[in-house]
Nanobody
Framework: QVQLVESGGGSVQPGGSLRLSCVAS????????IAWFRQAPGKEREGVSCIGSSDRSTYYPDSVKGRFTISRDNAKNTMYLQMNSLEPEDTGVYYC???????????????????WGQGTQVSVSS
């Protein structure tokens, strides 16, 4: 059974950091595109980072560029999202995702991800 399970969410003050983890089971993350999304209250889910299946392409929207970093550890079958300089606007439920077909990474790739974790809450407030 293909499954993704996130952890690492929580509450943090503005300017703080969090690292989200996403453990994959039932398949190997290596060689597959991975992504992180978030959904703020009352807003649509948006992609905040991705790495293509060949690890040659990455993408971050301007809203998180320079603050968020996506990575993976193939030995642990785990992907990560390091989030620094957090802002209240970063509050939301964060989801990891992957796709089992070959996929590059760009803003246009986000709608193609079709395997999702259950989400983890991130709250940024003073």
């Amino acid at each position: 059974q293909v499954q993704l399970v996130e952890s690492g969410g929580g509450s943090v003050q503005p300017g703080g950091s969090l690292r989200l983890s996403c453990v994959a089971s039932g398949f190997t993350l290596a060689g597959h595109a991975i992504a992180w999304f978030r959904q703020a209250p009352g807003k649509e889910r948006e992609g905040v980072s991705c790495i293509g299946s060949s690890d040659r392409s990455t993408y971050y929207p301007d809203s998180v560029k320079g603050r968020f970093t996506i990575s993976r550890d193939n030995a642990k079958n785990t992907m990560y999202l390091q989030m620094n300089s957090l802002e209240p606007e970063d509050t939301g439920v964060y989801y990891c995702a992957t796709d089992l077909d070959p996929l590059g990474c760009s803003e246009y790739a986000f709608p193609l991800f079709d395997i999702w974790g259950q989400g983890t809450q991130v709250s940024v407030s003073s």
